[in-house]
């Protein structure tokens, strides 16, 4: 799959599932930081498919952060049992795992390619 495109499902992954965390959880501010992250990927998707190398490296960066970011919110709702909760931030983290996995392919492919 291209960068680009597993960028796109990332940032409508985090979006959609922040907001659904918002809601859930009595519109707790916190829960709306993987969507200003969705947003910002969102936003620099075009310079993703232009293959802006600037771009490309921001959004890995960005991608990495919030993979990491959500390492405690997965610990949270293990603790409370929430299985909505454990889903929707196991989802968001599948998602975010995903392409940074593709990320990294594609600098290896380009890098060899030199």
């Given at each position: 799959?291209?960068?680009?495109?597993?960028?796109?499902?990332?940032?409508?992954t985090?979006?959609?599932?922040g907001?659904?965390?918002?809601?859930?959880?009595?519109?707790?501010?916190?829960?709306l930081?993987?969507?200003?992250?969705?947003?910002?990927?969102?936003?620099?998707?075009?310079?993703?498919?232009?293959?802006?190398?600037?771009?490309?490296?921001?959004?890995?960066?960005?991608t990495?952060l919030?993979?990491?970011?959500?390492v405690?919110?997965?610990?949270?709702?293990?603790?409370?049992?929430?299985?909505?909760?454990?889903?929707?931030?196991?989802?968001m983290?599948?998602?975010?795992?995903?392409?940074?996995?593709?990320?990294?392919?594609?600098?290896?492919?380009?890098?060899s390619?030199?």
């Amino acid at each position: 799959m291209k960068p680009h495109k597993i960028s796109f499902v990332n940032a409508i992954t985090l979006i959609s599932f922040g907001l659904w965390g918002y809601i859930d959880v009595d519109y707790s501010p916190t829960a709306l930081i993987p969507v200003i992250f969705g947003v910002i990927i969102l936003i620099l998707n075009p310079g993703l498919k232009r293959e802006n190398k600037v771009v490309a490296h921001i959004v890995v960066l960005l991608t990495f952060l919030i993979l990491g970011g959500l390492v405690k919110p997965l610990m949270s709702t293990l603790g409370s049992g929430n299985t909505m909760g454990i889903t929707r931030v196991a989802l968001m983290m599948f998602s975010t795992l995903m392409a940074l996995i593709v990320f990294i392919k594609s600098f290896i492919a380009n890098r060899s390619k030199k």
